[in-house]
């Protein structure tokens, strides 16, 4: 079955779900009128539908390669990565002064998703450079602003970011690669990252590398580390790609999944790099990005449960097996239908999730509030780990109403799976996703999370008028969480916190999703939201009660027994 952009779920969730109108009433965004967003969104799903989507297997089949040091994309990436390009969708959030169109972030969350549904090996690569461009927008100097965003934007160059080395994973502050200051206001940066995703390509002139390294002197840990701009080509006094840098693709990296993505082993060696931000403040810099891409992970989880579910919706709908009252298809047996709503349902608890998170980000970039600011905060690590997650699930229940055929990689089922699995594990793992959440995210004494609880229980209030059974287990769901959210702030050792952190987050996506269903249902109430709203909230939301036992057990029993004893 061929993708079809979800455009009837982004204007339902858009109109009556996260409020956007707001967005859109503000100065800032005063253009992103519903008919504009409307229209972009349409584009941008034909786009994915048409030209994105017939290269998913063929990133999956025709791996990128590494040849005589040269990176070979898969066949037609070059002319997908085109299309999205000349579209403008490598950056429509950016700033209109570097060429950028200045949308909100919901429209780019929203745009995003649809391409990673439709390809995400390829996807993966403009997100990256969004990331880029938001970190140079907020911390480059005006020099480098004005030769990099406007080619970052217009997709002739691309970005990465290179964090990971062999010794240091998510501990950022162990690595080791090094800058020295040449004396002319640039630096060599010598070292060697793991996991770069898209490195390199063979279609975009030049590949912008944000590069963090120690400069001389720096005190351990990441409080010395500084983040550096290293550009494959050396710009040329016209701003054009000049002479090759000192840097180089050691290897690709052989993966279970997203094959048409080459993820490359760097090496920098004593390759020319500019100093972004000011110096041993790196991690702040490159926060800025690690934050806008935790929330497109998130969307990339989204996407692929949207692609995964579509697929298995289409095979079952043409599968014809046993026997049923409701018809002759699989899709009419009560446990296929369970997994297929399922699917449903979470996805578009995800999704809402995310365009809520984005929601929040457009409104504290045109109001400047601090509450917004504290929201979508909180969000992100919800959207990422719920996101991901859904994709994860969501695929994988797509391989067993394959049946057998799942296992079989011509159906092309085991290929989301395989591709989306990573996502819970780069820009943050989901577990510190929930170890932030619980952390630094309930440091302002759960200001942030007692607003959305408020929020929710006031929305539950109004539609116990039309939906009372939904609205009343919807609210005492957010009671139950708000208990919880008491119990971890009293909680004075962080261990105690820690050890529930991930079910905490779980649950809190749980009452997320049963609120935006439920507003869903309030605004088509009868029709098939309604319908998809009961199933989630009778049979999904109630996992929260586990969780939440699980989220107050503390963290003695996770070591009460022996290391010894536990590899026994």
Known sequence: MPYRAPLTDYRLILDHVVDFAQVARTDRFAEATPETVEAILTEAGKMCEEVLAPLQRNGDLHPAALENGIVRTSPGFADGYRAIAEGGWVA?????????????????????????????????????????????????????????????????????????????????????????????????????????????????????????????????????????????????????????????????????????????????????????????????????MMNNARLGVGGQGIGVAEAAFQHAMAHALERRQGTSLHGYSIAAHADVRRMLMTMKADVFAARSIALACATAIDMQTATGEDHWAKRAAFLTPIAKSFGTE????????????????????????????????????????????????????????GDAAFRLLDEIEAFAETAKGTVPDLAEAVWQASETLRETTEWLLDQGDMDERSAGAVPYLRAFARLLGGHFHLRAAMAEPGSAREVLARFYIERLLPEHTGLLAHAMSGAGGLYAMSLDDLAA
């Open 390 to 445: 859904t994709g994860v699930d969501v695929a994988n229940l797509g391989i067993q109403v394959h049946g057998g055929m799942g296992f079989v990689e011509e159906t092309g089922a085991a290929q989301f799976l395989r591709d989306v699995r990573v996502t819970t594990i780069y820009e943050g793992t989901n577990g510190i996703q929930a170890m932030d959440l619980i952390g630094r995210k309930l440091a302002d004494g």
């Open 92 to 288: 429509i959030a950016a700033d209109p002064d570097h060429g950028g169109m200045g949308l909100p972030m919901a429209v780019t969350t929203a745009v995003n998703e649809m391409m990673a549904a439709a390809c995400l090996s390829l996807q993966l690569n403009p997100l990256m450079t969004q990331g880029q461009i938001e970190a140079l927008e907020h911390h480059a100097s005006d020099a480098i602003k004005a030769l990099y965003l406007p080619k970052l934007i217009s997709g002739e160059w691309s970005g990465t970011m290179n964090l990971t080395e062999p010794q240091a994973g998510s501990d950022v502050g162990a690595l080791t690669s090094k800058a020295e200051p040449n004396g002319d206001g640039t630096f060599a940066i010598t070292g060697q990252k793991i996991y770069i995703s898209w490195g390199d390509n063979d279609f975009t002139e030049n590949v912008c590398h944000l590069v963090l390294a120690r400069l001389p002197g720096a005190v351990a840990g990441t409080k010395g580390i500084s983040l550096f701009l290293v550009p494959k080509r050396i710009p040329d006094a016209d701003g054009n790609p000049g002479m090759a840098n000192s840097l180089k693709v050691v290897s690709l990296e052989h993966k279970l999944g997203l094959h048409g993505s080459p993820t490359c082993v760097m090496s920098y060696e004593g390759a020319t790099g500019w100093l972004v931000g000011e110096e041993n403040n790196g991690m702040r810099a490159m926060f800025t």
